[in-house]
């Protein structure tokens, strides 16, 4: 038997090769997030960086021509460049100062840039530069002109750090717009679930989502985001509700954080009873 | 043993070619694999199983030292070597490394090499993974061909005297 095994691996060992090579590949391919094998790749690049430093004058002669010419014509551009971002900068100041949807809103907002931003981790936030000086507290609702941002989790006197939806922390209680659907809102690390929606109701992707009255911390009504995808899940009373955000935090830069406090009634009353049931 | 060593030299050569020297050569954004070449020479030389070790070695030194997917360039090079293998004839060597069917064996193991490759690489892209593997697979394999004619070249001169 084993001299049966033994003849046949010889037949056909180039096959066995590429099939235990092929497999190991694989296996490199499942290992691609592991901190090991980031620190190897590392070293590797430094120690390929340092080679290359060496030899970069080579490159680097044969493309100067070229790259002189380049440079000069770049220069031309920016000149001018310069000049028109000065005139928008004036132009963008007046507007500011006539900014609609501060103007408009009955709520109390604070105007915010965005001076720092994690998106690429499961806990992702922003930075902000406006802080207690501002009147911004933690918790309060962070949003922009397209809908919800996040929530002010920490703050020092001038600027304050805010939990995003793209946060394994953030929860936020949410409705369907069309059908007065209820749901939890969360994000698994990958993707924006829209949580215990169950088969019976009547969620569709295309549908808009915005903030319930359940929640105490975010004022109804604010959007944020459609549904992309309803998909049923096998073995479950659920739905898997997927949620594209409406604010494109890539591009973020300016927000507006919710000074308004809680009702504070509410929340005794809420917290009471929590209290009552979990002694 | 000595073999062996100055493959390793070539191969860190090339790998140093590749990375420092070859992105100048790009043509709209592509550019031809040397270290493929090197593989096929290596397969036509030596035989299947040692191509197939030699493609598996040399792209997973290519995954260290680059920022795309690790092991997507050692999966792909251990089927170009595999590839390459059937070409192998100890007594047709030179004939086949010095004549344009040098240059048909780089592109049949540059297809093998480029389409697992593209495709894995493309996958959860915003562009149509099928049509950019075709792209990109066509563009570089026939970069590649096309640059595999100096070294076969080369053998043909080699050949000649």
């Not at chain 1, 900014?99 to 922003?126: E, F, H, I, Y």
């Not at chain 1, 902000?128 to 920490?154: H, K, R, Y």
């Amino acid at each position: 038997m084993l001299e049966r095994l033994y003849n046949l691996f010889l037949q056909f060992r180039e096959y066995v090769l590429l099939a235990g090579l092929v497999v190991l590949s694989f296996i490199l391919l499942s290992l691609n997030d592991r901190p090991q094998v980031k620190q190897i790749r590392t070293f590797a690049t430094v120690a390929m960086g340092v080679v290359q430093n060496q030899l970069s004058f080579i490159p680097r002669y044969f493309q100067l021509k070229g790259e002189n010419e380049a440079l000069r014509r770049v220069n031309v551009e920016l000149a001018d460049e310069a000049s028109r971002l000065r005139e928008a900068k004036l132009e963008n100041m007046r507007l500011r100062s006539l900014l609609g949807l501060k103007a408009d809103s009955d709520m109390p907002l604070v105007a915010a840039n965005v001076v720092s931003k994690n998106l690429t981790l499961l806990r992702n936030s922003l930075t902000l530069d406006a802080g207690t000086a501002d009147g911004i507290q933690p918790s309060m609702p962070v949003l922009s002109e397209l809908g919800l941002v996040g929530v002010v989790i920490a703050t020092s006197e001038n600027y304050s750090i805010a939990n995003i939806l793209w946060n394994t922390d953030f929860r936020a209680s949410a409705k369907v717009q069309r059908s007065r659907v209820d749901g939890i809102l969360a994000w698994d690390g990958q993707k924006l679930i829209l949580k215990n929606i169950a088969k019976t109701l009547d969620v569709k992707a295309g549908d808009v989502l915005v903030t319930s009255d359940y929640s105490n911390t975010y004022p109804p009504d604010i959007r944020i985001g459609i549904i992309s995808s309803v998909r049923e899940e096998a073995g479950s009373l659920f739905r898997e509700v997927v949620v594209t955000p409406s604010v494109d935090f890539v591009r973020l830069e300016q927000v507006f954080v919710l000074t308004a406090v809680p009702d504070s009634e509410r929340v005794d009353l809420e917290t009471r009873v929590i209290q009552m049931l979990n002694p | 043993m000595e073999r062996h060593f100055r493959s390793i030299l070539i191969v860190l050569g090339l790998l140093l070619l590749q990375t420092a020297f070859v992105p100048l050569l790009s043509l709209g954004g592509m550019v031809p694999d040397l270290l493929l070449i090197w593989v096929v020479y290596a397969a036509l030389r030596r035989g299947q199983i040692e191509a197939t070790i030699a493609g598996f070695l040399v792209g997973l030194l290519q995954d260290l030292v680059s920022i795309q997917l690790f092991g997507l360039a050692a999966l792909s090079k251990t089927i170009a070597g595999f590839l390459a293998g059937y070409f192998y004839n100890e007594n047709k060597t030179d004939q086949t490394l010095g004549t344009y069917r040098f240059l048909l064996v780089v592109g049949l193991c540059s297809l093998g090499h480029n389409i697992p490759y593209f495709m894995i690489f493309f996958q959860g892209s915003d562009a149509s993974p099928a049509l950019a593997t075709m792209q990109y697979t066509l563009a570089t394999t026939a970069y590649t061909i096309a640059i595999s004619a100096l070294p076969m070249f080369a053998f043909s001169r080699r050949l000649a005297t």
